[in-house]
């Protein structure tokens, strides 16, 4: 146990402060900002299920978030289901088309999946802006309900009004993904997805299906990308087909890859910091996102790690120094 | 049948301009493998480019085109230098995102500078021509020359010239184009020029058609590279057919089913090709990249 606590101290910590974080933060907006940042690394976490551990660069994940978020949509306010049901089928609906049009564009590899999805996303964007029936075209829908209550036996209902109860079940759902995503990665079939990752051909030489490991890694991840589109959508209670555009797949990559690619931590601190990052950048208004653009393009060049690939350069030169220090002390 | 013609006038007339856009597109990619996602920025940026040579400092129309295109071969070699050649041999989607970042740069930019509404360069040609009962605008014909010009140059230029073989040696061999005193710098640069340039002529053809904004790259851009995987990559006669029939499937599709999802159509028709066969129509080798 100690030894445990030794090793972890660092992480539960973090998870302390998260628990505490809305009897610390009272104002509405900075908690409105924290709670959205939780979500969108579940996104991000998905994402990097993908093109971190498979190496399979979608750039379609915006549109599954949007799937998701449609789905829920309409399911809880035109069919007016409950939403702890429509929730699973939302993202279930999400990894079904995931698995739909992962059977073809799986096949191509590369720059050509990416770009395949790319249209894919697009597709999705169109659809959710035209079908005006389904999706109330560009002006969306309005008035979704938040997340219904649930009633406990004994101890009344758990109901998801007060922004604090919305932080904690996006935090539960935060912790979920990270606890699947934690099992996958230490899984065989985990390292069947790495295999895919370092080489496909030689991948597939010793005998792994690489199609269908791709598959399940895209299924999942948009499993993921549509759970956190469900919440999102019940949480703000309005949606358009702005949540499909590019622009929120490219926010998820950057989230990814600015954190550290291939790292459970690095997308969730990409999600939680860039967004804070980006609010200090108000003051330069129009010029934030031109500063952004030259800031994705430096890491990129530069740290392409991302903060958690320079972070373990850091921790190795400390740790070799040390060693170095210790071996000279011996001699 | 008149409602056909049209429609396929119109096609041919799309075509052409995402042909020359691809073209462009399908030498960086193709050749240099580099999958520049700013491609349809730097044809928006062609666009504004020319849109403010005309209206502010009061350019004739081709004068206009014909800067208009230098000063993008200019960006295009910044846009290289500053932001490829760093990443030349980097493995994997790095290249790819750097050039989402310079997108996002592009894009904004545009939108600080002159606002995120839409302007309309003034017709040179507004005249317009009635054969057998189609109706043909002049600027539309002209599209369709021009693109065709633009083609025949480029082909001359590749094939025929000391200069333009030396894009397709290190596009062959970069090693061996090296050892042969090719030096790989100038070519990128060069191709990125020329790419970007043709890609700028494109915007400045179809400007006074369609309105310009900040956002018409994006979909421009997607499109490319629909159309290059489409011709298979690097493939200039690819390029030309990809466009042509991108072109068609997005009128014929608006004009008898519906104009809302016709960009639908061309996605779909991508994403199906990839489907049946995962290199492009005409691609041969698989890259892992």
């Given at each position: 146990m100690m030894k445990w606590l030794k090793g972890n101290w660092f992480y539960l910590l973090v998870l302390i402060v998260a628990l505490l974080a809305p009897l610390i933060i009272t104002n509405r907006y900075y908690s409105q900002v924290i709670t959205m940042s939780l979500l969108f690394a579940i996104a991000a976490l998905s994402l990097n299920l993908i093109l971190g551990y498979t190496g399979q660069l979608t750039l379609a994940h915006g549109g599954f978030f949007a799937l998701g978020a449609y789905s829920v949509a309409i399911m809880t306010y035109t069919l007016g289901w409950n939403f702890w049901l429509a929730l699973p089928l939302g993202a279930s609906f999400a990894a079904f088309i995931g698995f739909l049009v992962g059977m073809p564009t799986l096949r191509a590899r590369g720059s050509y999946f990416a770009i395949a999805t790319l249209c894919l996303g697009e597709i999705i964007y169109l659809i959710a802006g035209n079908w005006i029936e389904v999706t109330g075209g560009h002006n969306g829908i309005v008035g979704i309900p938040p997340p219904s209550p649930i009633p406990i036996p004994g101890l009344g209902t758990l109901s998801f009004e007060s922004q604090a109860s919305q932080y904690y079940m996006v935090l539960f759902f935060l912790l979920l993904t990270l606890f699947v995503m934690y099992r996958i990665r230490e899984s065989m079939r985990g390292r069947t997805f790495m295999a895919v990752l370092c080489n496909e051909d030689l991948a597939e030489s010793v005998g792994i299906n690489t199609f269908r490991t791709k598959l399940l890694s895209f299924v999942v991840a948009n499993f993921f990308a549509g759970l956190a589109g469900g919440i999102y959508a019940s949480l703000l209670g309005s949606i358009s087909p702005s949540v499909a555009t590019v622009g929120l797949t490219f926010n998820f990559l950057m989230y990814v890859l600015l954190g550290g690619?291939?790292?459970?931590a690095g997308p969730i601190i990409g999600a939680f910091f860039l967004p804070i990052l980006l609010e200090y950048m108000q003051f330069l208004q129009d010029y934030q996102m031109i500063l952004f653009g030259v800031l994705l393009i430096i890491v990129i060049i530069y740290f392409s790690t991302g903060f958690m690939g320079l972070y373990k350069k850091i921790t190795e030169k400390i740790k070799k120094s040390k060693v170095g220090a210790q071996s000279a002390a011996k001699r | 049948m008149e409602l056909f013609l049209q429609q396929v006038f119109n096609g041919v007339m799309l075509g052409s301009t995402y042909a020359i856009v691809a073209l462009g597109l399908t030498l960086v990619f193709g050749i240099l493998h580099v999958p520049n996602f700013a491609h349809g920025h730097m044809y928006m940026l062609g666009a504004y480019v020319c849109f403010f040579l005309i209206t502010i400092f009061g350019f004739a129309y081709w004068p206009a085109v014909a800067l208009a295109a230098i000063l993008l071969a200019v960006a295009g070699v910044v846009l290289e230098v500053l932001v490829f050649k760093p990443l030349r041999n980097d493995p994997g989607f790095n290249p790819l995102i750097a050039a989402l970042g310079a997108l996002i740069i592009l894009e904004n930019a545009v939108v600080v500078l002159w606002g995120p509404e839409g302007h309309r360069i003034p017709n040179p040609y507004p005249g317009i021509i009635d054969v057998f009962g189609i109706t043909m605008s002049v600027q539309r014909l002209l599209v369709i020359g021009m693109a065709a010009v633009m083609i025949i140059l480029l082909q001359l230029f590749i094939k025929k010239t000391t200069l333009g073989s030396t894009i397709e040696a290190v596009a062959q061999n970069k090693e061996g184009a090296t050892l042969v005193g090719i030096n790989v710098n100038f070519v990128s640069a060069m191709t990125f020029a020329i790419s970007t340039a043709l890609a700028a002529v494109a915007a400045c053809l179809v400007a006074p058609i369609f309105m310009i904004s900040p956002s018409m790259g994006a979909l421009v851009g997607m499109k490319a590279f629909v159309i290059v995987i489409l011709g298979g990559l690097g493939s200039i006669p690819g390029a030309i057919a990809g466009g042509m029939i991108l072109g068609l499937i997005e009128a014929l599709g608006g004009g008898y089913f519906s104009a809302a999802y016709k960009d639908v159509f061309g996605f779909g028709a991508l994403v199906l090709i990839l489907a049946i066969r995962p290199t492009g129509l005409f691609g041969k080798e698989i890259k892992g990249r």
């Open positions: 690619v291939g790292t459970l | -």
